[in-house]
Structures are given as C-alpha cells and as structure tokens.
C-alpha cells in the first residue's frame, strides 16, 4: 500500500522538477567555443567566399554613393590603387584579374581562414590553398583550381 502511495506522489513531483533541473543544468546554448582548440588558437569563424556584387561576402570598406572602391582596370592587372592597407583588389572571374581594363572592388583582407583545401589560382600566378587563403595574401582568384604554371 506505501509502494503505490509514494508513485503516485513522486512520481508527478519528479516530472514538475525534471524542467528545472534541466534549465539549471545549462538549458541554453553555451556562449564558449565550439572547441577548446578554437578557444587556444582564437579561430574566427570560417570565412565565406564571395565574388564582387554577393552580399555573401565582406563589404567594400569605403567609397562612393553605393560605399565600392574601384581598383585595377586601367591602372594594370593586380594592382590595388584606391585599396587601403589591409585591403586587396577582389575582381569577377570573368575580369580576368583587370587584364582588359576591367575594375575590380577594394575588399579587406581576411584574417583568419580556415584550412580546407579547395585550391584557387591567384591573381599574382600561385596556386593557394583556397579563395580566403588567396585574399589574405592580398590577391583576388583568377582561376578556381591549380595555377597551370605552378607546381604548388
């Protein structure tokens, strides 16, 4: 007779409780790292590619009504007059890094990336890791794969 008596007052009681445990016991996302890797080596967030015109990617830093800094075109392939300092010349890949005369946009350089392997062929002719490894390197992506004249 105690035995069904104490589950019929326990058990409802256990039940209440069982949400508060829960939400004292970190019910909500935890605002740490992901890893404690993440945490020693200040990781960033992994950097999302983008091309110029995406509203995926970095927006330029400065410049005229719609805040783009033109670069390249008729100043010469890879160059970056207009960029500031910790900027780079980031060109569409059908402007063939500003080789006709095409503009490319002043984008900031990443400055962290992170360390997948999906190699681009760079503006300045070397084959980089991947697109973010390329802009923090100051180049915009030529050509997605290889650089046909370079060995790595």
Known sequence: MHTRFLSVLVLPGVLLLAPLLVAGCGGRPSQEPSSPS???????AP????????DAGDAPTSGGADGEVACGGLQGPGSAPGCAEGEFCDY???AHCGAADQ?????????MCTRE???????????????C?????GTAVAAEGPCADDAG
Not at 119 to 129: A, L, N
Not at 133 to 137: G, P, S
């Open 38 to 44: 993440a945490e020693r080596t200040g990781e960033a």
């Open 133 to 137: 490894e390329a802009n923090a390197a």
């Open 103 to 111: 503009s490319g946009v002043c984008r900031p350089r990443p400055e």
């Open 92 to 94: 569409a890949l059908d």
């Open 47 to 54: 950097y999302e590619e983008s091309s110029p015109g995406d």
């Open 117 to 131: 392997y999906a190699p681009v062929c760079g503006c300045d002719g070397k084959t980089h890791p991947n697109r």
